[in-house]
């Protein structure tokens, strides 16, 4: 199952720079208001993610199926929920006071969640693996590793796109956007 939580930190770190990051440099203090207003809710759902992340590299491998299944369900939906969390977060911040910022709103709602859904299918998937015969077990939860290595790709793609711009700058300067240790933002 440490497999699993390989694929998963990445996408929570794209979030922690902001699902909204870019360079460029900005005095813009109204936009320095509204990342700061994005990145003091979203540190707790980023945290939420993480602390999933951990929940899953911390079941062992070789537990009990039944307890590695059930671990990772609970995680998985702690991370579906982060994820809506952060686009109502995202949401209700209204459209950064940036050129073309509405429809980067709209993006970052739209794939917030979209991975929201995502993890909430990596769910139910794990949640139908037979935990009786131990072979069918590791054949199930190879499959949920590979969903989630498609989720967490198509995820960081999708996010990718959406890192250009002032509005990733002004996220990159508040605290609840940096304390994931992420990597800064691209150019």
């Known amino acids: 199952m440490k497999k699993l939580a390989t694929a998963l930190p990445a996408t929570a770190l794209i979030l922690a720079t902001g699902a909204l990051a870019g360079c460029g440099d900005n005095g813009n203090e109204e936009?320095?208001?509204?990342?700061?207003?994005?990145?003091?809710?979203?540190?707790?759902q980023v945290k939420q993610i993480n602390d999933a992340n951990t929940k899953i590299s911390n079941t062992p491998s070789n537990g009990k199926p039944i307890e590695v299944r059930r671990a990772d369900s609970s995680a998985f939906q702690q991370i579906s929920d982060a994820y809506r969390q952060l686009a109502q977060i995202v949401d209700k911040a209204g459209?950064?006071?940036?050129?073309?910022?509405?429809?980067?709103?709209?993006?970052?709602?739209?794939?917030?969640?979209?991975?929201?859904?995502s993890y909430a299918n990596l769910r139910q998937q794990i949640d139908k693996i037979p935990v009786n015969d131990q072979?069918?077990?590791?054949?199930?939860?190879?499959?949920?590793?590979?969903?989630?290595?498609?989720?967490?790709?198509?995820?960081?793609?999708?996010?990718?796109?959406?890192?250009?711009?002032?509005?990733?700058?002004?996220?990159?300067?508040?605290p609840g956007c940096q304390e994931s240790g992420a990597a800064p933002a691209k150019s």
């Open 31 to 44: 936009l320095d208001s509204w990342a700061k207003t994005v990145c003091t809710q979203a540190s707790a």
């Open 95 to 117: 459209d950064p006071p940036v050129d073309n910022g509405a429809q980067l709103k709209k993006d970052a709602v739209s794939d917030l969640d979209s991975l929201s859904t």
């Open 135 to 174: 072979a069918k077990f590791a054949d199930g939860l190879k499959g949920v590793s590979d969903n989630l290595a498609k989720v967490s790709k198509s995820g960081e793609q999708a996010l990718d796109t959406l890192r250009k711009g002032e509005v990733g700058q002004a996220m990159a300067k508040q």
